[in-house]
Structures are given as C-alpha cells and as structure tokens.
C-alpha cells in the first residue's frame, strides 16, 4: 500500500480515479490475506492467545521503551543475548509520554515521505513489521524483546541507511567508497563471529544471557537447568534461590528449585517448591 500510494507515478489523476487504481492493486493483496485470517481464526478461535492480563493502557505505555530497545539494536546491536530485561510501563504518566511519542513518529514518517518516497516506504516498512510485538499481551513477560524479531524490519532499516548514505555520498569520488565498504565489512564480520561465539552450547547461551539480563527469570532458569546437567547443583541452587526471591511469580523457577531439591534428596524442600510452582501456573 506504501509503494503503491509513494512510489507510482500519476499525472494530473483526480482522486477518486487514485483511489480506484490503488484499491485495485490491493485486491491481489487482501484477498489472500483476509482468508489467511478467517482460517487463522477459525483454527485457533482468536486471533492470538494473549501471554498474560496486561490493559491497552499497559501496551501503549510500554511503546516507547520497545522501541527505543529496537532502535538501539538496529543502530548499534551490543550487547546481544538470547534474552534481555525489560518491564512494562504502568504509569499514567508512561502512558502520556507514549501518546506523546506516537505521534512524533507518526510525524516524522510524515515528514520523511515528503523528502524522500523510497524513505517513506522504507519507515512504513520499518514501523509495520514491528507494530505486531508492540503488542505485549502476546508475549512472554521475560520475553519481550527479541532480535528475531528485527529480521523484517532490519530490511526496512537498511533502505533508509541506503536512502541517506546515497544522498550523502551522491557527489564523491569513486576511489575510496570501495575501501570504506570493505573496511565496514570486515568490522562487520568480525563483530558478528563474536556476537555468535555464545551458540556454541545451552551452557554458554544462557550464562551470555544472565550476564546481559541478570533480573530475567527465564534466562536464570535455563542457566540454571544446564548447571544441574553438569552436576554443578550449589551453584544452581543460589542462582535459583536469588531469582525466585526476586521475581517469587516464576513457576517456572519454582519448578526447576522443586527438582534440583528433590534431586538432592531434600523432599519436604522439593515439595514445598513444586506446590508454589503449581500454584503460580
């Protein structure tokens, strides 16, 4: 719909016949799609299965820290891990400032359209793809974030660095471009072996993840989950201790602290902790 209304060329066209044109180029679009979505919900009886009890107030007060945690990574993507912290935004005063937010970025896409099409279709691209897990009552509490969820919108991204680099180099010499884009490439290259190092097991994946998000519970879990595998069981157990103190919601923490409990032989502290784990589910 972006391309189609920012990118076609019309001359003299009266409205009514653009509107024409476009709501036929749709066709081949939306008819798909609405029946992808009537058997989508015929299959599952809602559209999504929401993650938890979060108002629209919660969602919409939340945007502008998930936005600004996608920004940073399609900018400057470090530090990386599996997981991350984040909390959702309860306050009215949250909810004002995302208001606030919402239309400055409504603005500037705006704005961006006019100065350059491509770029409008690219910040369309950008924001449409992401506005889906904007939404966090489909989503895991300690997992909100996500970089998978960037591989659409990076492409939408990466347009708009090509938009503003071209602008920026359209007048230079030849001569040097090729060295910059391989000096980039190889600082690219090197960052991204790095960033991939802690895939090497679960065991590295998770301790990464503590390290990056050590208030995340999931992340905690799972790490604690391959100390047990290697029989590291005390280090487990404090890891386990010191999470569910804080976050004494996490079933999941609870279950994992039951088992490690049960394994080591303590029943009644197994039994203690299963039945808190059943409760919070």
């Not at 606030?100 to 704005?111: D, F, H, K, N």
């Not at 590295?204 to 993840?209: G, T």
């Not at 079933?251 to 032989?265: C, D, V």
């Not at 203690?272 to 919070?280: C, N, P, T, V």
Request: proline residues 5%; hydrophobic residues 55%.
């Amino acid at each position: 719909l972006a391309c189609e209304l920012l990118l076609r060329q019309r001359q003299a066209q009266s409205l009514p016949t653009v509107i024409k044109d476009v709501a036929l180029a749709m066709l081949a679009w939306v008819i798909p799609a609405a029946a992808y979505l009537l058997l989508r919900k015929m299959a599952l009886g809602e559209m999504a299965h929401p993650q938890n009890t979060y108002s629209m107030a919660t969602v919409i007060a939340s945007v502008p820290a998930l936005l600004g945690f996608y920004a940073r990574h399609l900018v400057w993507p470090h530090p990386l891990a599996i997981l991350y912290d984040l909390r959702p935004a309860t306050g009215i005063a949250q909810l004002l400032f995302a208001l606030v937010i919402l239309l400055a970025v409504g603005s500037a896409v705006a704005t961006l359209a006019r100065w350059n099409r491509v770029a409008g279709v690219a910040a369309c691209w950008l924001l449409l793809t992401l506005l889906p897990v904007l939404d966090v009552r489909l989503l895991r509490t300690d997992a909100w974030v996500q970089d998978r969820y960037l591989y659409l919108p990076s492409f939408g991204f990466a347009l708009l660095v090509g938009v503003g680099v071209s602008r920026v180099i359209a007048g230079a010499a030849n001569t040097w471009k090729p060295a910059v884009l391989a000096l980039l490439a190889v600082a690219m290259g090197a960052a991204v072996a790095r960033a991939t190092a802690p895939w090497e097991n679960d065991l590295l994946l998770f301790d990464n993840a503590v390290a990056v998000a050590p208030h995340n519970a999931f992340a905690e879990s799972n790490l604690a989950t391959q100390l047990m595998l290697r029989d590291d069981n005390l280090r487990a157990r404090a890891l386990l201790l010191d999470s569910l103190a804080r976050d004494p919601h996490a079933w999941m923490t609870a279950f994992n602290l039951g088992y490690l409990e049960y394994r080591l032989g303590d029943l009644p502290a197994a039994e203690k902790y299963l039945q808190q784990a059943i409760e919070i589910d």
